[in-house]
């Protein structure tokens, strides 16, 4: 079964012309230039936020709602055929796009919502904070929770077309969260874990699993973990394991990392390798999960499990 969109994005003037009729030429001239730029990471830099948003005279609330119908077309839903597209403005300006993502004949928790994806969009840039999400319809539960590990003083603004905006805490109220498991801060900012490098090992793609690893967020059950992902072109995708104080809505590393594979536009046949770097003695393992996803996305791919130990 080929895993991909009903409808892919065409990176063509008049695609985007379709999508986002309220914009004016300059700023769909603006915005392909950076969909088409090498490297693009599904995250649109502060200062080209500011630019759209004066030439479009504009707030960048507004300018997030607007974004949404791009933000959509990364939606991979097979099975539900429902579209979801989210932004989220980081501290610094940027702005990370998101949309959800199904595994066909798989269960349905192994689903990343739209809100997750662009919020661990943000993670994976190292965004120090999320200060505002726009997305295509109000917020899930499963979402709210996840949402609240990135800012457990639930001051996020959630952004919906037609509605006032409205904070996480009035969504949430009464949240449980880190601080009811004994930790004071959530997820963000990214604080990276002093992980070992495994001897022996050198290949890029096994360091950039690392890397992702020692981003990982894990206070629940210090089980740090991180996938690279390597294509046959030879691009590399990093996912970090994000863990929830509710533990459902935690992101698996293969999750996060398929996001940051999706915004590339490269096709699941093109998944050569994936490396798992995890604890040695964990509470849990990503292994069994990260085998099963890959076998509805990328069967071919070749899974390579790393272990690794915190160092002082």
């Known amino acids: 079964m080929q895993w991909a969109p009903v409808y892919a994005v065409d990176l063509k003037s008049d695609t985007l012309g379709k999508l986002l009729p309220q914009f004016n030429d300059k700023s769909r001239d603006q915005l392909l230039r950076l969909l088409k730029g090498p490297g693009f990471s599904g995250h649109i830099p502060a200062s080209e936020v500011v630019s759209l948003a004066d030439r479009e005279r504009k707030t960048v609330d507004a300018l997030m709602v607007e974004l949404l119908p791009l933000a959509r077309t990364y939606a991979r839903p097979p099975i539900s055929n429902y579209f979801v597209g989210a932004v989220a403005r980081g501290l610094s300006g940027n702005l990370y796009l998101g949309a959800n993502i ?7 928790g ?18 120090q904070g999320v200060s505002a999400i726009a997305v295509t319809a109000a917020p899930c539960g499963h ?12 001051d996020i603004q959630v952004l919906i077309a037609g509605n006032s905006p409205v ?3 009035s969504l949430l109220p009464l949240a449980f969260g880190p601080k009811d498991l004994g930790f004071k801060d959530g997820a963000l900012p990214v604080r990276e874990v002093n992980l070992a490098r495994p001897k022996g090992i050198s290949d890029e793609l096994t360091l950039a699993a690392l890397e992702a690893a020692r981003k990982s967020y894990a206070p629940y059950t210090k089980a740090h973990s991180g996938i690279a992902i390597g294509t046959q072109s030879g691009h590399i995708y990093k996912g970090a394991y994000i863990e929830n104080a509710a533990f459902n809505p935690s992101l698996s590393p293969l999750q996060t990392a398929l996001a940051a594979w999706i915004v590339a536009g490269e096709d699941s046949s093109a998944i050569a390798r994936v490396v798992l770097v995890e604890m040695e003695n ?3 393992s990503q292994k069994s999960v990260t085998e099963a996803a890959l076998s509805a996305i990328a069967p071919g791919a070749r899974l390579q499990v790393v272990m690794t130990t915190i160092t002082v």
């Open 102 to 108: 199904e595994l066909p004949g798989h269960s349905l």
């Open 110 to 127: 192994f689903s990343v919502h739209g809100e997750q994806f662009a919020l661990s969009n943000a993670y994976m840039h190292s965004e």
């Open 143 to 154: 979402c709210r929770q996840f949402m609240n590990e990135m800012s457990p003083t639930g």
């Open 167 to 169: 904070t996480l805490a």
């Open 282 to 284: 964990a509470q849990i």
